[in-house]
Nanobody, 116 residues
């Protein structure tokens, strides 16, 4: 059973930075892609970024491209989301997610609030 635990959220001023972490357990982490999603208040959950399992490839939503960086440490079964130049519209609950053996699993989420 896949378990995902996010951390690192908080309150930050516009233009600031945060780094989110997500630790996975219960799977061979290195062989699966991992993604970050977010759900702004009152809106649908949306995809943010993905790091594939091999080759180090990454993809980003247009809204975060150039500001956010997804990375992974397979030895620690951990994925990170470095968020720079944060904007109020980045305020959301951020979730990490993995699609393993036909099932998409989610963490509990971590709140990011960008406000002055």
């Amino acid at each position: 059973q896949v378990q995902l635990v996010e951390s690192g959220g908080g309150l930050v001023q516009p233009g600031g930075s945060l780094r989110l972490s997500c630790v996975a357990s219960g799977i061979a982490f290195s062989i699966y892609g991992v993604s970050w999603y977010r759900q702004p208040p009152g809106k649908e959950r949306e995809w943010v970024a993905t790091a594939i399992s091999v080759g180090g490839g990454t993809t980003y939503a247009d809204s975060v491209k150039g500001r956010f960086t997804i990375s992974r440490d397979n030895g620690k079964s951990t994925t990170y989301l470095q968020m720079n130049s944060l904007k109020p519209e980045d305020t959301a609950v951020y979730y990490c997610s993995m699609f393993v053996r036909g099932v998409r699993s989610w963490g509990q989420g971590t709140q990011v609030t960008v406000s002055s």
